[in-house]
């Protein structure tokens, strides 16, 4: 069980706070005052927290193949050797950060991590969407991701368009908390132009 702890939380993309008691990892809904509308608010546990932002590098994988022809939301897949050096500690759910490819340009990010109930995965994955439009694929290629956030834990749904929907909210909400000072500091990390340590 979880230690219950009360906390003033600023929920960025409702552009309100809220005061809330909750147990670290699990989710729970309040209730802005002056409002009937409910928030749902999930907390991560201390260790996962700790864990942020964490730096990540791999190559770009061939993935289930579901991406843009199922959702279309095309996603770049990391190798297994990257998904390893998760820390044990690290939630599976939706995180949002910055990530190039090849030394290239940093853009804005949603990253999947874990097993995708929705599509009864038995592996554990991390599917990157890149908030930009390529020309082309880049199956083999470099890429780097700093994870700094995290948004919900991975849900099941009960058809195709509910996921449709679900992504494309967590999208338009992560626009805009990468924009926060906070966030957007780290589309200059140094860590995308360095050279990989041989």
Known sequence: MGTVQEELVYIGFEGCYVLINWKAGQQN?????????????????????????????????????????ALGFPTANFDDNAVA??????????????????????YKM???????????NEKKSMEVHILNKFKEDFYGSQIKAVIIGYLRPMLDFNSIDELRKAIADDLEKVVDLLE???????????????????
Do not use: C, H
């Open 110 to 120: 949603l990253v999947s991590i874990g097993w995708n109930p929705y599509f009864k």
């Open 29 to 69: 809904s309040v209730t802005q005052a002056g409002s009937s509308s409910k928030i749902t608010v999930v907390a991560m546990s201390n260790e996962a927290e700790s864990s942020l932002p964490f730096y990540v590098e791999g190559k770009v994988v061939t993935g289930f193949q579901r991406g843009s022809k």
């Open 85 to 106: 050096t998760m820390p044990v500690s690290m939630d599976n759910g939706v995180y949002f950060g910055w990530v190039n490819i090849n030394n290239g340009p940093v």
């Open 180 to 198: 926060e000072p906070e966030s957007a500091v780290f589309k200059d990390d140094k860590y995308f132009t360095a050279e990989k340590e041989s």
